[in-house]
């Protein structure tokens, strides 16, 4: 394996991501493909230069989708320089958007954007998030859904260690008073 494919290998084994089982250089059909999910039809392929524009390659990624199997192809300098990048899409991949919990809630565009802004490349924060956005988003008045704009703004592991207590003494007490309030609503969902 080159190493961009270990360092995927490394994050994709062992169900490690989502809890969804991966495999490695796998056969399929005539093909021998990079990590596979059988559970989620998803295949993903990690490419050197030699791939660029490759024939062989587009009519290999037709034939798996073919047999119904989705295909993310990543360029091993972009799977070593934007790690968290590719995960992110192989995230998206796994989890289709969310519908809307009942039919109230298909015609509001911004509880469908919010619950959208809400999927997370770290699988507990996306789950935290969703959970409230499931009990409370409907509740929540004007300068609570400001509030709550206001820390989804925020990079993904400095909003987790804030939701999970892990941050520097006087940190959380900084923040205005509501999204502190907001916080605690989080953390108990």
Request: glycine content about 8%.
């Given at each position: 394996?080159?190493?961009?494919?270990?360092?995927?290998?490394?994050?994709?084994?062992?169900?490690?991501?989502?809890?969804?089982?991966?495999?490695?250089q796998?056969?399929?059909?005539?093909?021998?493909?990079?990590?596979?999910?059988?559970?989620?039809?998803?295949?993903?392929?990690?490419?050197?230069?030699?791939?660029?524009?490759?024939?062989?390659?587009?009519l290999r990624?037709?034939?798996?989708?073919?047999?119904?199997?989705?295909?993310?192809?990543?360029?091993?300098?972009?799977?070593?320089?934007?790690?968290?990048?590719v995960?992110?899409?192989?995230?998206?991949?796994?989890?289709?958007?969310?519908?809307?919990?009942?039919?109230?809630?298909?015609?509001?565009?911004?509880l469908?954007?919010?619950?959208?802004?809400?999927?997370?490349?770290l699988?507990?924060?996306?789950?935290?998030?969703?959970?409230?956005?499931?009990?409370?988003?409907?509740?929540?008045?004007?300068?609570?859904?400001?509030?709550?704009?206001?820390?989804?703004?925020?990079?993904?592991?400095?909003?987790?260690?804030?939701?999970?207590?892990?941050?520097?003494?006087?940190?959380?007490?900084?923040?205005?008073?509501?999204?502190?309030?907001?916080?605690?609503?989080?953390?108990?969902?």
């Amino acid at each position: 394996m080159t190493d961009a494919e270990k360092l995927l290998w490394f994050r994709l084994r062992d169900h490690r991501f989502c809890g969804v089982k991966f495999k490695r250089q796998q056969p399929l059909g005539d093909y021998i493909v990079d990590f596979v999910s059988f559970e989620k039809k998803l295949v993903i392929e990690v490419d050197g230069g030699q791939h660029f524009e490759s024939e062989s390659d587009r009519l290999r990624d037709i034939w798996l989708r073919n047999q119904g199997f989705e295909v993310l192809r990543f360029w091993n300098n972009e799977v070593l320089g934007q790690t968290e990048s590719v995960m992110e899409k192989i995230f998206q991949a796994l989890t289709p958007s969310p519908q809307p919990l009942s039919h109230e809630g298909r015609g509001d565009r911004s509880l469908q954007r919010m619950r959208w802004r809400c999927r997370r490349g770290l699988l507990e924060l996306d789950i935290v998030l969703g959970r409230f956005v499931e009990r409370h988003y409907a509740t929540l008045d004007e300068a609570g859904r400001q509030a709550f704009e206001a820390l989804l703004d925020m990079p993904d592991n400095p909003l987790w260690d804030m939701i999970a207590g892990r941050v520097e003494r006087g940190v959380h007490e900084a923040m205005p008073g509501d999204q502190q309030a907001l916080l605690e609503k989080i953390r108990a969902s």
